[in-house]
């Protein structure tokens, strides 16, 4: 792992093309809305049949600014008051999945999403996490992965001291870029001494994992001032770093229409600014995980993906994928067994539909065996960098060479052009081709012919 990247300009020149980030195959692109209650229903009776542990994604939609780059689906409002008929329904809900579910039934991972999850009052963050341990299997011994994002303009010490006193031990930071004239281009001014007051309290309260978000491609960005932010961060020492390609889609997106597309970065100056930031980060001692992802070497990421025990599902990369996930709120995604469903991405749907006593699924789908045999080779591409034939002809009782002989000419020519390592028995992403591993994957991907690429951002 120690030569995990290798930056090669003509290559990413070649394959930087836009495609899915695999946290789920099939993508979310494919839901239909003849998915509904009845799948989740039928889903939930086989976790609980099966005792599977559980990983639970809460989503808290409320910011009280508007951050134009944001693509996430949030309510931007001053009214505190907001929430509180938003938890009434919340915890309707937890309540109704969790009848299906066994109380043995532990949950490994908790995440709190938004949004802004500390958008909530103290009280309601206390009575959400009392809700939830009431109806769901929590472990009270400091085992569990539980972790929220964090707004540092919206949290101070004693918003961390509660937060770990709930039961939290790993906190995501959205940072995103340091500069002021950037700040103000995208609408979030954040200083560095905020951040570094809340990182203080989290080393301080013993929680387990800090992560920062950074996004390089906004306005106003240059290679020189993101690199100095870059700098800053390291200085911070988080266990993990996530370094996002901003795609600017104001077509889809609305806040991204206040920002002034004159004013972004040229392609060239983002592949600078990506690769100057992983000289950077591997000078540091960080591990390239994939897609965006960093982390310390002692990190549990780069310990498993060192082992081979790497997953990725809708939370990212994990060490919980198989874990059943649970989404709860608005636009909420889970996966149970071969099940993906979504609840309404409309606020006043999720909260009319629960006034109802009924969920709010809207749409998802069922995996079908073609689809678990690809979901099995993009995993195994986009968390290990390699594909063992044999570990996917026996479980799925196929021969590769057979299944995918379609596709092994556009796979040698990525091998004649350096991206993989082409042999008798596996694939291996080499050095130079793994930051276009979504680009390999998507070789594997049945639908995506057949798709708009124009949804999807570009690999880099």
């Known amino acids: 792992m120690l030569d995990a990247i290798r930056w090669d300009t003509d290559l990413i020149r070649r394959y930087d093309l836009a495609g899915p980030r695999y946290t789920s195959y099939p993508t979310a692109v494919q839901f239909h809305s003849q998915v509904g209650t009845f799948d989740l229903f039928h889903a939930l009776r086989d976790s609980r049949k099966a005792l599977r542990p559980l990983s639970l994604y809460v989503h808290v939609p409320?910011?009280?600014?508007?951050?134009?780059?944001?693509?996430?689906?949030?309510?931007?409002?001053?009214?505190?008051?907001?929430?509180?008929?938003?938890?009434?329904?919340?915890?309707?809900?937890?309540?109704?999945?969790?009848?299906?579910?066994?109380?043995?039934?532990?949950?490994?991972?908790?995440?709190?999403?938004?949004?802004?999850?500390?958008?909530?009052?103290?009280d309601?963050?206390?009575?959400l996490m009392a809700h939830l341990r009431k109806h769901f299997n929590l472990l009270d011994d400091d085992s569990g992965d539980y972790g929220i994002e964090i707004d540092p303009r919206e949290a101070d010490w004693s918003t961390m001291g509660l937060l770990r006193e709930l039961g939290f031990n790993r906190v995501s930071i959205g940072l995103q870029d340091l500069d002021p004239a950037v700040q103000r281009a995208v609408n979030r001014l954040q200083s560095l001494e905020e951040t570094r007051a809340v990182i203080d309290a989290a080393r301080t309260l013993q929680f387990r994992s800090i992560n920062i978000d950074l996004i390089y491609g906004l306005p106003k960005q240059t290679p020189e001032n993101f690199a100095r932010t870059v700098e800053e961060v390291i200085s911070l020492q988080?266990?993990?770093?996530?370094?996002?390609?901003?795609?600017?889609?104001?077509?889809?997106?609305?806040?991204?229409?206040?920002?002034?597309?004159?004013?972004l970065p040229s392609p060239a100056q983002k592949l600078e600014m990506l690769q100057r930031t992983i000289e950077q980060l591997t000078a540091a001692g960080y591990r390239y995980i994939g897609m965006d992802h960093f982390a310390l070497p002692d990190d549990e990421l780069a310990i498993a993906q060192e082992e081979e025990t790497l997953q990725?599902?809708?939370?990212?990369?994990?060490?919980?994928?198989?874990?059943?996930?649970?989404?709860?709120?608005?636009?909420?995604?889970?996966?149970i067994g071969d099940l993906y469903c979504q609840?309404?991405?409309?606020?006043?749907?999720?909260?009319?539909?629960?006034?109802?006593?009924?969920?709010?699924?809207?749409?998802?789908?069922?995996?079908?065996?073609?689809?678990?045999?690809?979901?099995?080779?993009?995993?195994?591409?986009?968390?290990?960098?390699?594909?063992?034939?044999?570990?996917?002809?026996?479980?799925?009782?196929?021969?590769?060479?057979?299944?995918?002989?379609a596709l092994w000419p556009q796979l040698q020519g990525m091998a004649d052009d350096g991206l993989i390592s082409l042999q008798r028995e596996r694939i291996d992403v080499l050095p130079a081709g793994r930051l276009l591993v979504r680009s390999v994957c998507m070789v594997f991907d049945a639908y995506l012919e057949h798709q708009n690429r124009q949804r999807f951002s570009r690999v880099i």
């Not at 309601?124 to 009575?127: D, I, S, Y």
């Open 62 to 122: 409320f910011c009280a600014n508007i951050c134009y780059y944001c693509a996430c689906n949030k309510v931007i409002t001053k009214d505190r008051g907001r929430a509180l008929p938003y938890l009434q329904r919340l915890e309707q809900e937890i309540q109704l999945i969790a009848c299906h579910l066994d109380p043995a039934q532990k949950v490994e991972q908790l995440h709190f999403g938004g949004g802004t999850p500390t958008f909530l009052s103290h």
């Open 124 to 127: 309601e963050l206390r009575q």
């Open 238 to 263: 988080p266990d993990r770093l996530s370094v996002f390609n901003y795609a600017h889609l104001p077509e889809r997106f609305m806040p991204q229409r206040r920002i002034n597309g004159n004013e």
């Open 312 to 335: 990725r599902n809708f939370q990212g990369y994990t060490t919980h994928g198989h874990c059943d996930l649970i989404g709860l709120g608005v636009s909420a995604i889970s996966q």
């Open 343 to 405: 609840n309404s991405s409309d606020l006043s749907h999720y909260q009319n539909t629960l006034a109802a006593a009924q969920l709010a699924t809207s749409r998802g789908l069922v995996c079908n065996a073609d689809d678990r045999l690809r979901r099995a080779v993009i995993q195994q591409l986009i968390c290990n960098f390699s594909l063992v034939f044999a570990d996917i002809e026996q479980p799925f009782n196929i021969d590769f060479q057979g299944y995918f002989g």
